[in-house]
């Protein structure tokens, strides 16, 4: 009966040891990538621009329909490639997207359409309308 005992505590401390190091690192494993989250905004830099924007092309058509979330105005470009080397590249006119504001961009290819992005840059801030007589 005793050396079933010592059998038993033996198996036990072991499964006790190698649970404690299974959850330690558990533990371990779960607090890295909260350090590496917290740290990451700092690097990236400010997040409060650029409009968000999904570009669809149909055939010889492209459309950007682009979202702008943050408080600072985007102006926003829709950049075509056409694939001919005859057929003109286009770049749109540039477009101030507000905040919480929506714009629809298009452009066109005559044959085919080779690539489409859309580019961003922050919007100069308006100037203060200045009174006359003051």
Known sequence: MRALHRGFAAHASV???????AVAAEVHAA????????????ARGPEDFGAS????VEGTRVTAHCR??????????LHV???????L?????????????YATLTA???????????TH???????????PGT
Do not use: F, I, M, Q
């Open 89 to 101: 590249d286009t770049d749109s006119a540039p477009v101030d997207v507000a905040p919480a504001d």
């Open 121 to 131: 840059e922050p919007a100069a801030d308006p100037a203060p309308s200045a009174r």
């Open 15 to 21: 499964a006790a040891l190698l649970l404690g190091t």
């Open 81 to 87: 490639e056409c694939d001919p080397w005859w057929d």
């Open 31 to 42: 607090s890295a990538p909260a350090e590496e989250t917290a740290a990451a905004p700092a």
């Open 53 to 56: 924007c999904h570009t669809v």
């Open 68 to 77: 702008n979330p943050y408080p600072r105005t985007d102006r926003v470009r």
């Open 108 to 118: 066109r290819c005559w044959k085919e359409v080779r690539s489409a992005w859309v």
